[in-house]
């Protein structure tokens, strides 16, 4: 079963737009939250992560936003741009260290 | 390139053999994790080995086995092939400081995996 929900499963934004990836898991013990970029034909990359005691965090244009209670957590990517275009996993972790993937999102921006 | 690499690069056999991936992690890093990825799968954590001893165990099938050796390079071993393992197999080694879970990750090109 999945225990990291990953949604939308695909996206496309124009160029400057916000494109907004959600992520929502059920285990409390879920303690750190990266989020990777994977572009075609390669590994996936950490991009940003956050744990749950900030409720968000910025790096460059990548922001995650993260609500505790609602055990939620998301990722926009301000200013868009075709470089950008990759797929994007949530994951989540706890003191076991097995980490838990979601399905991805696919996010195209178009010029 | 993320100073991880895997051989081979693709793999193609047949149901029932047994084939080994290997994976040198970075230069100083401690840590090594295999991840499967399938299309209806996803991104499956596999297992992390770290200075050579198991550190953490995920969905890892009983067909499967890995080992890190002192070198600290790692190899996972698949055997009694079905259709359904066919995935990208990817290493990601972290480290040196105890390659905690917080550690960042870096991930190799995979190793491509068919079975037919």
């Known amino acids: 079963q999945q225990q990291v929900k990953q949604s939308p499963q695909s996206l496309i934004v124009q160029k400057g737009g916000i494109p907004i990836i959600n992520c929502a898991y059920e285990n409390t013990a879920f303690d750190y939250f990266p989020w990777y970029q994977q572009f075609p034909g390669k590994g996936p990359a950490l991009l940003i992560a956050?744990?749950?005691?900030?409720s968000e965090k910025k790096e460059g244009r990548f922001t995650i936003s993260f609500n505790k209670s609602a055990k939620q957590f998301s990722l926009h990517i301000m200013d868009s741009q075709p470089g950008d275009s990759a797929t994007y996993f949530c994951?989540?972790?706890?003191?076991?260290?097995?980490?838990?993937f979601g399905a991805g999102t696919q996010v195209v921006v178009t010029p | 390139d993320s100073g991880v690499t895997q051989t081979p690069k693709h793999l193609i056999t047949a149901t029932g053999q047994r084939v080994t991936l290997r994976c040198s992690p970075r230069s100083g890093d401690l840590s090594v994790y295999w991840y499967q990825q399938s299309l209806d799968q996803g991104l499956q954590f596999l297992i992390q080995?770290?200075?050579?001893?198991?550190?953490a165990k995920g969905n890892i099938l009983e067909r499967f086995s890995a080992q890190q050796f002192p070198d600290l390079h790692s190899e996972l071993n698949l055997s009694s092939l079905e259709l359904g393992d066919s995935a990208l197999y990817f290493c990601a080694s972290s480290g040196p400081h105890g390659g905690g879970r917080f550690a960042e990750q870096f991930f190799g090109p995979g190793t491509r995996l068919t079975v037919l």
């Open positions: 080995y770290y200075n050579g001893e198991e550190r």
């Open positions: 994951a989540a972790t706890d003191s076991w260290g097995k980490f838990q």
């Open positions: 956050i744990r749950p005691d900030v």
